[in-house]
């Protein structure tokens, strides 16, 4: 009776070990088919469609996901950090070794892709147009660096990596945070904020797109202090927070709100007066710290109703992401780390 009992417990825990490692989830299954041979995801497939996990793999998408190469592979519009944060996340739910092994995959792509003075590019390996300069925009650069700092700490579940991969991230997070300090725009001998992207070489600011000209970035800059307040403080990270703080304050634009809304189908900003409202511009002129616009020719505006109603609704130009960072983010840093402002 006792051998029965004992045969009984093996093969109960032979079926749940196989159960254990054959469990699946849905969305990380698609991010397998997805993955790019080097390691990263892209946002678009090779036909130019969105990157969507919703859509079913039918046999024509899985022959467009195929067809799609390594020139791919971006961090832009939260491209390869999605994948990687959803996989580890996958993994400690299922423990299918398969998500991790792809997880590790990608950070190894985040690892490769990063340049030597410690930015990274907004695709890689291809370098076509904007795509090799140093990239903050849409937080491109931040989120590839939160995916390491998290491998470096073992923070949010990534306990699981495997501990070369953390040496290596350790050193790429030191790396990217040298590189943000000193690509923190300078006016007049004075630290303010940052530009969208930056020369790889040079690192100096950049223009992108025609309609994103060279110029502080501030929804960006938000990002990248919120980054820099998430590490053990320095000299240099207290010196670099104040400073951008101390910008935000002063190139408020009080009384005027930004609005959002749909109507037939389309998209419709709407800049108007609101006594009770702040909000920022999202690029400012960097010598003058005017608020500017992009449009389509390549023209810079710094009147916002100059620029042509395509762009005036197709683009977000102001936001009030800053206001949070002053008044709640701000001060709790300054607390947590003993300091003054």
Same mark, same amino acid.
């Given at each position: 009776m006792k051998m029965k009992f004992k045969i009984s417990i093996l093969i109960f825990s032979f079926i749940t070990l196989t159960f254990s490692a054959q469990a699946k989830d849905t969305l990380a299954e698609k991010i397998l088919i997805y993955q790019l041979p080097n390691g990263g995801w892209g946002k678009q497939l090779d036909d130019k469609s969105v990157v969507n996990y919703s859509l079913p793999i039918d046999k024509n998408l899985l022959k467009k996901i195929k067809? *799609?190469? &390594? &020139?791919?592979? *971006?961090? &832009? %519009?939260?491209? *390869?950090? =999605? !994948?990687? $944060?959803? @996989?580890i996340k996958a993994y400690q739910s299922t423990k299918n070794p398969e998500y991790l092994k792809s997880a590790e995959k990608g950070i190894k792509y985040l690892l490769?892709?990063?340049? !030597? $003075?410690?930015g990274f590019p907004q695709y890689y390996p291809n370098s076509g147009l904007y795509r090799k300069q140093v990239t903050y925009n849409d937080n491109a650069m931040i989120n590839a660096l939160t995916v390491l700092y998290n491998v470096a700490g073992s923070k949010n579940d990534f306990n699981v990596v495997d501990p070369k991969l953390k040496e290596k991230s350790v050193l790429a997070v030191q790396k990217g945070i040298q590189c943000i300090l000193k690509t923190q725009v300078m006016q007049k001998g004075n630290p303010s904020i940052w530009a969208d992207q930056y020369n790889e070489i040079t690192l100096q600011p950049d223009k992108a797109r025609a309609f994103e000209p060279i110029s502080l970035a501030t929804g960006e800059s938000v990002n990248i202090v919120r980054f820099l307040m998430m590490q053990l403080v320095t000299p240099e990270i207290e010196s670099s927070v104040k400073a951008a703080v101390k910008w935000f304050k002063e190139n408020k634009i009080d009384g005027y709100s930004y609005n959002v809304? /749909?109507? %037939?189908? /389309?998209? @419709? =900003?709407i800049l108007k007066e609101d006594k009770s409202s702040v909000i920022w511009a999202r690029f400012y002129d960097i010598p003058t710290n005017k608020p500017l616009f992009g449009d389509r020719d390549g023209s810079v505006k710094y009147n916002y109703n100059e620029v042509s109603e395509e762009r005036r609704n197709g683009y977000s130009w102001f936001g009030d992401a800053p206001g /949070? @960072?002053? *008044? !709640? !983010?701000?001060? /709790?840093w300054l607390e947590k780390s003993n300091l003054s402002d």
């Open positions: 067809a *799609t190469g &390594d &020139d791919h592979a *971006t961090i &832009d %519009n939260n491209a *390869t950090s =999605r !994948e990687i $944060n959803a @996989l490769i892709m990063q340049y !030597e $003075n410690g809304s /749909k109507q %037939n189908g /389309k998209t @419709l =900003r /949070k @960072l002053i *008044t !709640e !983010e701000y001060p /709790k």
